[in-house]
């Protein structure tokens, strides 16, 4: 039996860490840091751990009273709720007001959220240089914000946000500007006729469209420059409508999945698993 399948059996000693969501049965957490456990041979198991929304309060922070849990994964529909919990935030998650990790300090709530910089690690384990570039980011949702912020704390040239919503825009790029007073910001609204993109190095969507087989294309591609790097946040399917087409012109992509494949280290560290 090899290393990497040799199962560590859970005893007294085991320190536990939690995944907490409602629904709950869709997480992934167990299977991406239970093998990785494993695979270190760290004596840690990670559980799914289905807390309702309206109860978060109580049982959070009774869970970490307990000085074997070491802290959880949080994902919806508490991510902003629990934020609001902490004790003390890291910068992603004061700028986004969403936490997506929370390690436990005796007794206290330790918050960060790992979106944005798990898009960066991807983006640089992936081989992409987004030093001085210039970065189109398509929305001004929740990942959007989480992106930004990430995105704003690198060296890129400029950072455009385009969103249907022009406000929602506006406000992602005044919030930016109070945190990041040297980056280069600019805001539009995302319409049919789409930017102009052949200045961009990089087009992000992070948008919604992509999730359904008919959705419009978040922006057409036509104005595309052959440095123009076409990503898309969506995870299923895995290679949306708008990526095939920009991969067909002959233009580099990044999917979806390496924003969360790169989150696991980061996350790793932060919640202190191998201690
Ligand atoms: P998430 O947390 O995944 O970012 P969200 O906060 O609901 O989700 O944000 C969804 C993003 O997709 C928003 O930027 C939204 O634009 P609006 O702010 O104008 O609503 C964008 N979006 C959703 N449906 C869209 C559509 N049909 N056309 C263009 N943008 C769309």
Request: net charge negative.
């Amino acid at each position: 039996m090899t290393s990497s399948s040799a199962h560590l059996s859970i005893t007294g000693t085991t320190r536990i860490f939690g995944v907490i969501a409602d629904p709950i049965s869709h997480v992934r957490a167990p299977m991406v840091f239970n093998p990785l456990f494993n695979e270190k041979g760290i004596d840690a198991v990670l559980i799914p751990l289905h807390i309702p929304e309206a109860k978060l309060e109580e049982t959070i922070h009774a869970l970490a009273m307990m000085p074997n849990m070491g802290g959880v994964c949080v994902t919806i529909p508490h991510k902003i709720a629990l934020a609001d919990l902490c004790d003390e935030l890291g910068m992603a998650a004061r700028i986004t007001g969403a936490v997506n990790a929370v390690r436990f300090d005796e007794g206290r709530l330790i918050g960060d959220n790992f979106d944005g910089s798990g898009f960066v690690a991807g983006c640089r384990g992936e081989g992409i240089d987004i030093t001085g570039k210039k970065i189109l980011m398509l929305g001004a949702g929740g990942a959007a914000r989480a992106i930004a912020a990430a995105l704003a704390g690198e060296n890129i040239a400029e950072l455009t946000i385009a969103n249907r919503s022009v406000e929602k825009a506006e406000a992602l790029v005044r919030l930016l500007r109070e945190h990041f007073d040297t980056l280069s910001t600019d805001f539009m609204k995302l319409d049919v006729d789409g930017p102009d993109i052949s200045g961009m190095d990089m087009v992000i969507n992070t948008t919604s469209l992509g999730l359904h087989s008919d959705d419009a294309l978040p922006c057409s591609l036509i104005s595309a420059g052959p440095q123009t790097v076409i990503a898309d946040i969506i995870m299923i399917p895995p290679q949306t409508r708008w990526m095939d087409m920009a991969h067909k012109q002959g233009l580099k992509t990044h999917a979806g999945r390496h924003m969360l494949d790169y989150q696991r280290d980061l996350i790793f560290d932060f919640l202190k698993m191998a201690d």
